[in-house]
Each structure stands twice: as structure tokens, then as C-alpha cells.
């Protein structure tokens, strides 16, 4: 017998979610429960529903019933049961036959649906063959996950289940019972790990996730004190007492590559901290990846605080990391927001999993986003030289350009709308929904792009509208204050007899909904708790 695994996440704020619960359906050619409802009630909380639909089996209008109104959509076939008697004979022409009928459900799960599809592929780690010949490589199964790579659409994404495998451990993956009882091959121990990328994935598409990494320095990011070391003695390299700290900015480079927006929050002189970044030839981490230095002999807490001041960002958006358990503790008493993590030399990286990061990044948009916050300075600068705030803006030489949206920016702006939670009507989007309107014809999408005499902002803004309703209207923090909201109202009210506004709340944009009001006084402001 055959099931689809199918997880359908119905609304559009994360705790909204939670309290209205989750649909779950399961398309698969086996079984997963009893493990796999109650995992997902952890995961995705006790109001989640598990709706198991027999593929093969299922009827058209019961297929389009449970599709039509997915949020996200994950695919779980096993090959065993896929190709009886070819898999144990790792028959080659099974592999055709697999491939049609994988483009088949993915061409009815697409033409239902623009929603992401989490896709597990194949393995092959239960092989009784091997107990007779060995560990010997084959590359049937292989060849099948690439060919299916390349053969289905973008709308999908791979889980490598043979890595979740290898996680758990090949002999605590697999229920010999469960397999001849009731066709339920996998143990609980690999069920709750495929459940937890399940809820890692979904988290990363829906934009829930840490945005700034503020990071102590001194036996962090190398080892040994700078103001009583010196620099010439810090332990900082590839190799022996200082690989570990090279390591761990390794890390926090690659996390700066996926958005991650990197401080420094350090208690020692600014000068001597950026004598190290530009002097010592084992830093990883140069000057320009870190957004704000707050380095001075001032508290913990308050320097945290003048960071999130400083990017315009809240306190639940960041990640702390120090070697002071005193400095831990004194974060987490103060600022409870802020998520603190002990720095060890052999610490589990585990603990940073509250950064749920998109594997697709444009490094061109994080590069200007840091110029940005790495400029503001000049802007502060600049502004305190006047006392008209016009004045101010004129001489910022701001240059808005507001366009069509084309199909390169919809990646840009669906994280725009997922990371903003102050100018905004509250409307989060994949690229998914955003490609489904766009295809529908009754959607108009625009984005928005400034440049100013310091820096290229990039994509900092984007609207939406359907007929005569307002759907989208997104602008990035670090554009505020430069008038930039009211252009691109002026731009909708020019374009659109906005009649209807769509509006949700964030928990922080209740001041952009007094702004909506009083810009489109004729408008009627829809709250919108499910999308």
C-alpha cells in the first residue's frame, strides 16, 4: 500500500499557527505512525491534524481537496517499496520507471499548488546484501537522487534522508518489527529526526528565525585577553591552541554568508580590537562583515541594547555568544529576549540552531545591507549638522527607484517580507505564493530600491495590490528615516484606487497601521488573522 506524505501548515504568523493548529497529510508508500503524529503535536504543537491519503488509491477530487489550500507540501517515498523485487536486484531499468512516476506526482502536486515541496530522497542503508558481501559501494540509489535533482522544478526542495540516516546511526534507523507488522520500515529515533528538518525547513521558509549574531571577542573569536596578552601572543590559528577559535569564526562567516547580521560587543579598547581585525593574519573575520562594534568597558546589557538601537532591530532577534558565565547570566537576567550562549572550547554548535537560514542567499544583497549599517555613521554624522530634518534628507541625495517586480527580485522580496516587522502590514511571503499571484494575473507587485550618497541600499522595499486592495506593503528598518514609506504610498495612491487594506499585526507595526489610515483615508483596513 501506498501513502502520501503531505504536511499542510495553514496561516500566516508563527503563533497564530501554532494556536489554530496544523494540517498534516501523509503521502508515503509506508507508514510512519505511531511515532509521527505525536512528534509533530511536539514540534508543531497539539493542535496539529495528520490526514494520511493513500497514493495510488486516492481519488482526483480528494487529492485536489487536500492540496488546494497547502502551505507546504512534503514527499516521503521509500524505494523498496517502490520497486519490489528491482531493489534488492538494483535493477537499472527500475530507475525509468521510478523517475516517471516521481514527475507525474510532481506534475499533479504543481498544478494544484505553488506552494515549497519538502522532497526526502531515496536510500538504500538496509541492504541485506551487504551482510554477505560487504560494505561495497553502489550507486543505483545515487544515480536516482541526482537524476531526480535535475529532473524536478524549483518548486522543490531535497532532504538528503540518507544524511538524517547517517545522523542517527544506520543500526538505530531502521524497525525490522515495524517493517513486516504494518510497512512502518523506520524507527522512532529516525521518524523524530525527519520530523524535526520537517519543522527546521518549514521555520526557514516562513522567515522565523535570529537575524544578529553579537559576539564577545577575548577567548571567542581568539584565545587569551588582547589588553593583557597583546596581540603577539593571542592564541588564533589552523593548528594547535588556536585552531578552535579560527574554527568557530569559520562558522560565524559562513552564518554572515547565509544573512546573518554579525556585532561585536566586546569590553576592551575599539582601537587595539581593530588593530586585530586589520593586522592579525589569522582573522577570518575582516572589518567590513561586522555591522556595529560596541567595544568599551561599559556593561553587557546596555551595549546590546545600543547595537539593537543602532540596526534597528529587536532584542528577540539576537544571539549573544560569551566565555563569562557571569556575562551569560547577567545578559539573560537583563535582557530575557536575547537568546545567550556559553562560548566552550568544545561546545556543540547545536546550540545555534535558532538561526534557521535559507541556502540560497545572494551575497550581492548582504553585502550592501552591511554597507548600510556599516555607514549609518556617516548618516549620523551628516544629520547632526543640521537642525531642519528636510535639510537632512535633501542632503542625503536619496534616489528611489520603484518598478514592476521581475522574477530575480522575488527571492529579495519574499525575505523582505518575512524579516520585517515594523513597516509592514503584516503579510509574509515565499517565493513560492509570490511566483502562484504573479501567475494568477490578478496581482500587481512592485519593488522598491534606494541608493544614497553613502551606500547602495539594494531592495529594501516592496508593494502588492489586487484590484482595488492593498496586499503587500514591506519596507526594511534600515531604510526608515529617510522618507522612503511615504514615496512609495505616493506611488500606490498615483498607480491604485486603494479601497481595501490587508493588514495583520506583527506585535511591532501598530504605529504603520495609524500611517495606512491616515494615507488612504477612504480605505477600509481588513485584520487579517489566517491568509
Known sequence: MSYLLLLIIKTTQW????????HIAVISNIIF??????????????NTAIFPISFGEHTEAEFQTQLVSADLIVVWLNIEALLPGQFYSLAEQGSDETIALCKKLYADLT?????????????????????TIGHVY????DKLNFTLKDTLGEQVLFIDLKHLIAGVGIINAYDRKGKYRWNAPYSKILIEAAVNEIHKQYLIEQGVTKKCLVLDCDNVLWGGILSEDGIENLKLSSNGLGRVYQDFQKFVLSLYYHGVILAICSKNDLSDVLVMFHEHGEMLLKEEYIACFQVNWEDKPSNIQKIAEKLNIGLDSMVFVDDSPVEIEAVKALLPEVTAIL?????????????NLKSNVNIADIDKRNETYRTNKFREELKAKYTDYADYIAALEIRTEIHEAVLIEYSRIAELTQRTNKCTNGRRYTVAEIKGHIASGAFKLYSVSVCDRFSD????????????????FSLSCRALGREIEDKMIEFISDKHPIKRIEFQSTGKNAAFKTLLSKSFPNAVIVNREIL
Open 457 to 472: 541600499l539594494g531592495l529594501v522595499g516592496a508593494m502588492e495590490v489586487k484590484g482595488e486592495a492593498l496586499t503587500l
Open 111 to 131: 498544478h494544484i499548488s505553488h506552494v515549497k515541496i519538502l522532497w526526502f530522497l531515496f536510500e538504500d542503508y538496509d541492504l541485506p546484501l551487504f551482510a
Open 33 to 46: 505512525e505511531p511515532h509521527f503524529l505525536p512528534l509533530t503535536k511536539q514540534y508543531f504543537g497539539e
Open 15 to 22: 503563533v497564530n499557527k501554532m494556536e489554530i493548529g496544523l
Open 343 to 355: 562560548f566552550k572550547r568544545d561546545m556543540e554548535f547545536e546550540q545555534f540552531s535558532c538561526f
Open 138 to 141: 553502489y550507486d543505483f540509489v
